[in-house]
């Protein structure tokens, strides 16, 4: 059954019990080509003023279970009326409700994360039932928890489990048996994050279990060969959530590359090196920008592990990056840049720079389409837009990924 047949009920019936009230999905009733469809008309609308050509939206090769990392967090439980002042809240392990930030929901399973999640989610509740450890609790300070970060390599079927906490105390050998029977894990860590906000980006990590990383491939298509590729996942490390279709991402951007054969490649936003590894055989070199110091190692790990060469990785803001690129050598000639920034998207400051370098071909990867649409009038001042395409990194969700072929005007 192709994604286009999917309908919004998975191979085991009927929807997922916390649809609707999740933050996660909000289209699981809908047939996924009509997801697919609505997608292209709100890209069609949303650029129509500077791209007034159909949109295509390319299917996720994969409808369920398709992310490869889920972090759900725990927090204490919320009632709609205040409990008293004395009264100890239940911890919840789950997602935030849809439409109330503030309100952590219990969940059982997850139709989109890694299959078996149901199973280590109720195991490690109950083991930390069984030895009274409760959330950490942002209001009092009081508790441990934070988050369960898992990871999953599609196409390895290796697996991370990094339970994440305020502090160190705790039985870890006990957690490593509860994790390995319910999910086994090729490797299993600590980490604490003793930060105010939420997140799963951990300030420490400890290895109780297995390598420190995992590995995912992606095997990205190219009209010659695919190109095959082997990365390395560290716990904080940035990879696509999707990796069936992330190859189809890449392999747009490569095509793009291919088609144009510059020189010079200039990867913003690098990551782990995805992008960069992915054109790197196209191109002379490649200069992958990372503000994360630990992405910018396991790029160069991935560069490694893939026999490549011809990557620079550099830990910088893209920002100041782009300064000095711009007061020193500028761009050389035949430079290509590829931008993938976060769903903020790019600083004013970005786009000021780009357009003062005047790369011939500018390629912007959004996963924030209306951010991208807000920013064009500026990228249109030097560019004009060449092609806009998307790949459908999310089913059941409004978002998707935008891939925008800008060329100077």
């Known amino acids: 059954m192709t994604p286009q047949d999917e309908i919004g009920t998975d191979r085991a019936g009927g929807l997922c ?5 999740c933050g996660g999905c909000t289209a699981q009733d809908v047939p996924y080509a009509e997801q697919a469809a609505r997608k292209a008309a709100m890209l069609e609308a949303l650029f129509g003023e500077c791209w007034p050509f159909p949109i295509p939206v390319t299917p996720s090769p994969a409808v369920w279970h398709y992310r490869n990392k889920v972090d759900p967090t725990f927090a204490r439980k919320r009632y709609d009326a205040p409990p008293p002042p004395d009264f100890v809240r239940e911890t919840v392990l789950g997602f935030k409700q849809r439409g109330r930030w503030f309100a952590p929901l ?65 039985d870890k050998a006990s957690f490593v048996r509860v994790v390995l029977d319910a999910f086994p894990a090729t490797s299993v860590q600590h980490g604490v994050h003793r930060g105010a906000a939420d997140g799963s980006l951990p300030e420490t990590v400890e290895v109780l279990h297995g390598p420190p990383r995992i590995r995912e491939r992606l095997i990205v298509p190219d009209e010659a060969a695919p190109r095959e590729l082997l990365f390395h996942i560290s716990p904080a490390g940035f990879f696509q959530t999707n990796t069936l ?40 070199r490649v200069y992958s920008v990372e503000s994360v110091a630990q992405a910018t190692l396991d790029g160069r790990d991935n560069a490694r592990a893939n026999g490549v060469a011809n990557v620079a990785f550099i830990t910088a803001d893209t920002k100041r990056y782009l300064l000095d690129l711009e007061r020193s050598t500028g761009l050389p000639p035949e430079s290509a840049v590829v931008v993938d920034p976060p769903r903020a998207g ?21 996963c924030n389409p209306q951010q991208l649409a807000h920013e064009l009038p500026d990228l249109l001042k030097v560019y004009r837009l060449h092609e806009v395409q998307a790949v459908d990194l999310f089913p059941h969700t409004p978002h998707v990924e935008v891939v925008a072929e800008f060329r100077l005007s």
């Not at 369960?148 to 990094?162: D, H, P």
């Not at 991402?249 to 995805?274: E, H, M, N």
Request: include cysteine; charge should be positive; aromatic fraction near 8%.
């Open 17 to 21: 019990p916390h649809f609707g009230v």
């Open 106 to 170: 219990a969940i059982d399973e997850c139709r989109i994360g890694p299959e078996g999640l149901d199973r280590l989610l109720a195991a490690v509740r109950g083991w930390a039932e069984a030895r009274g450890l409760r959330a950490w609790d942002p209001r009092t300070g009081e508790g441990t928890l934070r988050a369960l970060l898992v990871r999953e390599g599609k196409r390895t079927g290796e697996r991370m489990v990094v339970l994440l906490t305020r502090g160190e105390s705790f």
């Open 245 to 284: 279709a992330t190859e189809l991402l890449y392999g747009k951007i490569r095509a793009t590359v291919r088609a144009w054969r510059p020189r010079f490649l200039y990867d913003l936003y690098g990551g782990s090196g995805g992008i960069a590894l992915a054109c790197a055989d196209l191109v002379e």
């Open 346 to 366: 790019l600083q004013a400051k970005v786009i000021k720079r780009l357009r003062a370098l005047r790369a011939p071909l500018l390629v912007y990867v959004s």
